[in-house]
């Protein structure tokens, strides 16, 4: 169980609008990009071998992902009022 089950993330990307996206979906967003190879993973994700298991740790881990040159892929837990 993660610590954002219920919570929305606010993702910003280059040249895109920022996006509300559910943890399922962000997981979706990040399965695709690391379906492709990536050059700039940060070691301790490397060591893992399945991309599902990246994403879920890039969640947990980290806010952001390094998806080439002069773009950025930035991820941010938020709580929106019901």
Do not use: H
Request: with cysteine; proline share 6%; glycine share 2%.
């Amino acid at each position: 169980m993660s610590l954002y089950d219920e919570d929305t993330f606010v993702v910003l990307e280059t040249n895109q609008p920022e996006q509300f996206l559910t943890v399922a979906e962000l997981l979706e967003k990040l399965r695709a990009i690391l379906a492709s190879p990536q050059e700039e993973l940060p070691p301790d994700v490397q060591k893992i071998s399945s991309v599902e298991e990246q994403a879920q740790y890039l969640i947990n881990t980290y806010c952001e992902l390094d998806v080439g040159p002069g773009k950025f892929l930035q991820w941010y837990a938020v709580r929106l009022e019901k």
